[in-house]
T-cell receptor
């Protein structure tokens, strides 16, 4: 069965500091990996996705993530955090188009940014 | 495009009442998903449709829950009778046919409180 683990429930960083949110997945085949962000009272917005190719993927709002197959990880990073990045972040794994694999979400990491 | 539109944004009802949540997917999207988000269980897929046909409802918690998609631009999730444990945020998402599960666009959600 596929699963996603986000070990950090809550992270606090200072504005301007770097950020790394951890994500580990379990999937029996080549995974499709995603990071979503949810601002308070809002739906989920796709930050970035990995399907294949270059293992370092760029997303919106200055975020990037690196796929490491050997570690079953897909960590999200940002070099310099802005106060507006405070939100909840979800990692998800699924199969590709044409598969019957659903998206499985992690439990989320809540990011707090201090000024 | 206006994105996925859900209504109402907030719903407060009493135990035993019928609740109907509504969703308008993005025009041209062939897949529609209903999710439930709670603190305890995170984001769970309840049911999804492809071309208006329910494909997998294994996530629907019990017979009190039902979902329909009478046409390509409208879906409902109904709870009858509602119970306090149904209190959650319910999200609708849609996806184009080429994306299948993998590129989902979320609505802003309906926050349901059952008293």
């Amino acid at each position: 069965a596929q699963s996603v683990t986000q070990p950090d429930i809550h992270i606090t960083v200072s504005e301007g500091a770097s950020l790394e949110l951890r994500c580990n997945y379990s999937y029996g085949a080549t995974p499709y990996l995603f990071w979503y962000v949810q601002s308070p009272g809002q739906g989920l917005q796709l930050l970035l996705k990995y399907f294949s190719g270059d293992t370092l993927v760029q997303g919106i709002k200055g975020f990037e993530a690196e796929f490491k197959r050997s570690q079953s990880s897909f960590n999200l990073r940002k070099p310099s955090v802005h106060w507006s990045d405070a939100a909840e972040y979800f990692c998800a794994v699924g199969g590709g188009p044409g598969t019957a694999s659903k998206l499985t979400f992690g439990t989320g990491t809540r990011l707090q940014v201090t000024l | 495009d206006a994105g996925v539109i859900q209504s109402p944004r907030h719903e407060v009802t009493e135990m035993g009442q019928e609740v109907t949540l509504r969703c308008k997917p993005i025009s041209g999207h062939d897949y529609l998903f209903w999710y439930r988000q709670t603190m305890m269980r995170g984001l769970e897929l309840l049911i999804y449709f492809n071309n208006n046909v329910p494909i997998d409802d294994s996530g629907m918690p019990e017979d009190r829950f039902s979902a329909k998609m009478p046409n390509a631009s409208f879906s409902t999730l109904k709870i009858q009778p509602s119970e306090p444990r149904d209190s959650a945020v319910y999200f609708c998402a849609s996806s184009p046919s080429a994306g299948g599960f993998v590129i989902q666009y979320f609505g802003a959600g309906t926050r349901l409180s059952v008293l």
